[in-house]
């Protein structure tokens, strides 16, 4: 770019320089703040999304452990494990740094897609695809589960004003907060513990599941004569819950395998809090209770360089029962559930303005903010024709431009939001 004459004077193009730099300052911190915001909102989104699936949850009215579930069952939780995607394998053992240097092989152990025929001429291998696998088994057997049709939502209002439930419902539970009315002639089922306190004779609600090798005990309870409400939610997750009950969580020291082609998050505990552990064993005792430890062994370093057997991880058998809710408040649970939809179509609205109010911030507050004190600096703009002022007025035509463009086209969702949450 070549240097020209500048017309403006010394000090009127330091301040318009420095106060387009401010600007400059001022979109990047603009756009931090915008981005940061939508996170927030959406993470408490998630969270109202939470309760809304906690109380229109099924109830659960019964308990059983076997071979596989009948029709009317499901498994106590389905984890989908998320598969891998195709890779190079270039073994450490196997293939030294100059052998990886004479080739210009940059894979270090692991990379996604096939390996290259440089990378085979050294010694590395491919790694095949994995499809992704529903993971069901806590142990030899399934924990299976009975839904009834009833949730929190559709019993909430049955509840009398004294705390009781009316003449053609069975009453479950004490305390005025915790009575859930039932249809059925039994109360559902508000807890499941795992211990290896063997059966006795007489317990109907116990079963034997050998976990890990330990033979370990299931027992189911009713809520009858109980404080808490019913069991609701299940969850198997490895090292403790997240906030959300769709989230994968895995443990802090321990990094995203490179080929995974799943959802991962490493949360903590961060929503243990609103979840009882049951019971827990290793990740390889996971995966060979479900039969699927070879296909994991077939993945190079899959539990971490170094790492074969998957002691380390621990994964964890979770319950939730339905959050309480006051006897005052169950009669505005349909409200919630209106609120909730027009607040997820709000996120929507919100989602979609925020990129475009991240281009256009990228696009005007920062690229052409510094194209503007370029040519201030007495620089040539190749984008456009002229020089000197005569370029500038160019540039400012064309920010002005799309400045309306980028406005018009956040007018709609802007309507869209207002419209949808109202």
């Known amino acids: 770019m070549k240097k020209r004459q500048k017309k403006m004077s010394p000090f009127m193009r330091t301040f318009t320089i420095i106060m387009i730099s401010a600007l ?5 911190v603009n756009l931090y703040l915008t981005v940061n915001a939508f996170n927030e909102l959406d993470d408490n989104i998630d969270l109202l999304n939470d309760i809304v699936d906690n109380f229109e949850a099924k109830v659960i009215i019964d308990v059983d452990v076997k071979s596989s579930c009948s029709s009317n069952e499901e498994p106590f939780y389905t984890y989908t494990w998320g598969g891998t995607k195709a890779g190079c394998w270039c073994d450490p053992d196997e293939v030294t740094s100059s052998e990886k240097s004479s080739r210009n092989v940059t894979c270090n152990n692991i990379c996604s897609g096939l390996c290259t025929s440089d990378e085979r001429a050294i010694g590395c291998t491919d790694i095949p695809a994995e499809s992704d696998e529903d993971l069901e088994h806590w142990g030899n057997r399934l924990i299976c589960v009975t839904r ?18 009316p003449s053609s419902y069975t009453t479950c539970g ?40 330990t033979n370990k005990y299931v027992r189911w309870y009713r809520q009858t004569n109980r404080d808490n409400l019913p069991l609701a939610q299940t969850r198997i997750n490895e090292y403790g819950m997240c906030n959300s009950i769709s989230e994968n969580n895995r443990s802090p020291d321990k990094s995203k395998y490179t080929l995974y082609a799943g959802e991962t998050t ?8 609103k979840w009882t552990e049951i019971d827990s064993q290793t990740e390889r005792e996971f995966f060979e ?3 699927f430890d070879d296909e994991i062994d ?25 959050i309480p809710w006051k006897r005052s408040c169950r009669d505005r649970m349909d409200a919630v559930i209106e609120d909730t939809e027009k607040i997820n179509n709000l996120r929507t609205a919100q989602r979609i303005l925020m990129i475009i109010a991240i281009i256009s911030t990228i696009a005007l507050g920062i690229v052409l903010a510094i194209m503007e004190i370029m040519n201030l600096c007495g620089y040539d703009l190749p984008c456009f ?38």
């Not at 490493?266 to 809090?273: A, L």
């Open 148 to 165: 009834g049709d009833e949730t929190f939502r559709s019993v909430g209002e049955r509840t009398t004003s004294s705390g009781g439930c």
């Open 174 to 213: 004490e305390g005025t907060n915790n009575v859930f009315c039932t249809k059925e002639d039994q109360c559902p089922i508000s807890h499941i513990r795992i211990t290896t306190n063997s059966c006795d004779e007489d317990e109907s609600n116990c079963e034997l599941l050998i976990v890990g090798g």
């Open 298 to 322: 077939d993945l190079p370093e899959y539990y971490g360089t170094g790492n074969d057997d998957g002691d380390d991880f621990t994964w964890k058998l979770f319950q939730r029962s339905y």
């Open 385 to 422: 024709e002229g020089e000197g002022r005569a370029e500038r007025k160019k540039l400012k035509r064309f920010k002005k431009i799309w400045n309306y463009i980028f406005k018009g086209l956040m007018l709609p969702f802007q309507i869209l939001a207002l419209v949808r949450t109202s």
């Open 24 to 28: 400059v300052i001022y979109a990047f």
């Open 266 to 273: 490493s949360c903590g505990r961060e929503g243990d809090e």
């Open 289 to 291: 209770a479900n039969n």
